[in-house]
Structures are given as structure tokens and as C-alpha cells.
């Protein structure tokens, strides 16, 4: 049921955030649909089983949601000029797991509250056990223009290790669906699972690569305290990831990726060229404002950053009698706030001007990444700091080097 929410101070039962939101700065939108059917053996996200809801009622959702949004219309009309959603993302979880009709509801009231900019980004998160024409055809009738679909692996045991449910002939279907229906389709990979080899690997990406998608994302396999798979490697029953194939497993898929025509923009992420990244993920890592509407969901506008309550049934309880859903809230300081920046900016393509640093040292210690190899060297004379494939493999100590 996802890991604990941070500590912070206690929010306002009406929601007001008491800072003036920047109207030059994109707004996005991120939906929270915390339902699943198995709960994977790797995931700590905030989701739910049925077992799990204890009351809360997953045929409501779609309508407690939109008293959130309806909240948040007048939280962000007393913060400035209500501004256009760029961006809006259905996360969990699985949001398919939802009608397709709740799902254009609840975009429906993203659009009323906020109205949805002409070139706004629509994506839903899919697995592909819940994908059929008919449903792909109802979110795009709606707006949706863009679904990410959780292949994790084309190898059966691979997917067996991870406790996925879909079978390869599966992503197939959704794709085909999703694309007949006129969407952008991303597909989403994980790699370093318990028994997978590089060969294990390579037929994904192939596979992968075969199904001719708009958008790939390639994520190292992280063990999470609480999961299943944390206890699972705890008691000696499968072997933990071994980091040194995993990085071999990033550089055949920066291989193989860049061959076919995919550009790197984001340590995890390849697009076929600029437009079709994910432009939702880019708003996260350039610190754009953002409302994340459903329980445990997190936000951030004008540099104050709050989060919800986790459980669907409290989530429902607090908007049932006009309160905020909000649990905690903070405004992280100014060294917080560089250190986030220099992590994040740090793994786009465009990467981070070197002016901004911090400080002396830390613009000298561009140098020492240069000769080390993590940093590329033409754009760091350019006072651009851009990982190099090394460097994105040690992202974290660049992010340490530049921050010490």
C-alpha cells in the first residue's frame, strides 16, 4: 500500500496555500487511480487491492475525485489567475481498471476547472490485461492522446519474477489499439528482475522495438523496503539485483534504442525526437506547478509542495464533508530546493547551465567530471553540464560531486 507520506506540517482543512502561483509557469495535472487487481511483487506505489479497500468503493471513485478538482478550482483562484492544464497524466495503480466513461468524467472535469491548453498532453497509464479497442477508442473520443503501456518484459518467466499478469500477445493488442485509435504510445520496461539475463534483456528491447512505439521508458529494477519482493530476497529465496549487469543492461538499451532512432532526453527515457516525450514527466524534472488529485497524490505550486491523505476510504471521508484531503505540506528551503534542481536538471538531455551552481567549488568540480568522463566536455565549455552514457550510469555522483 506505498511507503510512508513525509513528515511536514499540518495542512488547512480548507486547502488555501497562502502563495501567489507564477501565471508564466505550466500547470499540470496528475490523476491518481489507485486500484489494481494483483499488487506487483516489486511496487510500493500507493495502490490498492480489493481485499485492501475497507469500504472505500472503487465505483464512487471517479466522483469523490471530482470534489477534489472542484476544491481545487477555488484553492487556485485564491493562489492567482487560473491557469490551463499543459499537461494531464492518469496515473496508479491502473486507471483502466476504471470505465472508460469515469475516466472521461473525470478528464471532463479537469477541462471545466481549468480548462485544457489546445496542445495539452492527455496520457493514461495502462496494463495491457485492460486494454481493448473499445475502451482505447472511448478515452481517445474524450481527449486522451497518449497511453503508456506497462510491457515491463516480453520474457514469460521475466514477467512471472515480477508478478505481472499479462502475456506478450497482450501488449500487442493494446498497442494495435492504441495506435488505431490515433494515440501516442509509450511503453514502459523494467529491467534487472530476478532471473533475467542480458539475452533475457536484448529480446525485450527487440520485441519492444518491433512494436514501432512513439516513447520508450527503461527502468533499473529497485528493491523497496515493504514489498514482496524485499522480503522475498531478505529470506534467501531469489537473488538480489546485481548492479553491474544492470548496467550493462542500460548500455544495450541506449545501443539499441539510439540505433533504431530513439534519442535519450532523460537518464530513463527515449523518444522518436522531441515531440514525442513525455511531456508530463518533463514538467516534474523542471520544477513546473502541478495539482496530483487522489489519495496520496502529491503537488506542487509556487515552491510549497503538499500531499494527500493515503488511503481511498480517508480520502473519501475528508472530501465528503468539504475538507481539504491535504495530510502534510512544506516549503522545502533554499539549499533543498538547489539540490533538487541539480538532481533532476542534471538528467535531461538539455542538462543544467553551469552558472547555476551553487557555488566556486562546485563549478570547479565540473572539470574533474569532464576528465572523468561523466560529464560531456564540449558542452561543459559551452557552460552546459550534460551526462555522458558513463555518466548517466553514476547520475548520482555527479549530483554528489557538484553538491559536497
Keep these: 500500500m506505498g511507503s510512508a507520506l513525509p513528515l511536514g506540517d499540518p495542512a488547512p482543512a480548507d486547502g488555501l496555500l497562502g502563495v501567489s502561483a507564477d501565471p508564466h509557469t505550466d500547470f499540470g495535472v496528475y490523476l491518481h487511480v489507485p486500484f489494481c487487481r494483483v499488487r506487483c511483487g516489486y511496487c510500493d506505489f500507493n495502490t490498492y487491492t480489493a481485499p485492501e479497500l475497507r469500504g472505500a468503493r472503487q465505483d464512487q471513485y471517479a466522483d469523490t475525485l471530482l ?75 474524450a481527449g486522451v492522446n497518449r497511453m503508456s503501456i506497462g510491457m515491463q518484459s516480453s520474457v514469460p518467466h521475466v514477467l512471472a519474477a515480477l508478478d505481472r499478469t499479462h502475456t506478450p500477445s497482450n501488449v500487442s493488442t493494446a498497442v494495435a489499439a492504441a495506435k488505431s485509435a490515433g494515440l501516442d504510445v509509450s511503453l514502459d520496461l523494467i529491467y534487472g528482475a530476478p532471473g533475467e539475463s542480458l539475452d533475457d534483456w536484448r529480446s525485450s528491447l527487440e520485441t519492444a522495438l518491433a512494436h514501432e512505439p512513439d516513447h520508450i521508458s527503461a527502468y533499473a529494477l529497485i528493491i523497496e523496503q515493504g514489498t514482496k519482493l524485499h522480503r522475498q ?3 534467501g529465496e531469489v537473488p538480489a539485483p546485481d548492479d553491474d549487469l544492470q548496467a550493462d543492461m542500460y548500455e544495450l538499451a541506449d545501443e539499441l534504442l539510439g540505433g533504431a532512432g530513439y534519442e535519450w532526453y532523460e537518464v530513463s527515457n527515449w523518444s522518436r525526437g522531441e515531440n514525442h516525450r513525455s511531456r508530463h514527466n518533463l514538467s516534474y524534472w523542471r520544477g513546473f506547478d502541478w495539482w496530483g488529485f487522489g489519495p496520496g497524490a502529491h503537488s506542487h505550486v509556487a515552491g510549497l509542495r503538499w500531499w494527500n491523505v493515503k488511503h481511498p476510504a480517508a480520502y473519501a471521508q475528508r472530501l465528503s464533508t468539504g475538507s481539504s484531503p491535504a495530510a502534510g505540506r512544506e516549503t522545502p528551503h533554499a539549499e533543498q530546493r538547489l539540490l533538487e534542481r541539480v538532481l533532476l536538471e542534471t538528467r535531461i538531455r538539455e ?23 561523466l560529464v560531456d566536455g564540449g558542452f561543459a565549455v559551452k557552460g552546459r553540464i550534460v551526462l555522458t552514457l558513463r555518466g548517466r550510469l553514476l547520475a548520482d555522483a555527479v549530483v554528489r560531486a557538484l553538491t559536497d
Design 233 to 235: 530476497i531478505s529470506r
Design 67 to 141: 470534489g477534489e478538482i472542484d476544491l481545487a478550482r477555488g484553492v487556485l483562484e485564491e493562489a492567482g489567475p487560473i491557469r490551463p492544464a499543459q499537461t494531464v497524466f492518469f496515473g496508479g495503480g491502473t486507471p483502466t481498471l476504471l470505465p472508460a466513461g469515469d475516466l472521461a468524467r473525470m478528464l471532463e472535469g479537469v477541462r471545466e476547472a481549468f480548462g485544457l491548453a489546445p496542445n495539452a498532453e492527455v496520457t493514461v497509464e495502462a496494463n495491457p490485461d485492460t486494454v481493448t479497442p473499445e475502451v482505447v477508442d472511448q478515452l481517445a473520443a
Design 351 to 373: 542538462g543544467m547551465p553551469v552558472a547555476e551552481l551553487p557555488n566556486a567549488d562546485a563549478r570547479r568540480a565540473v572539470a574533474g567530471l569532464v576528465a572523468d568522463g
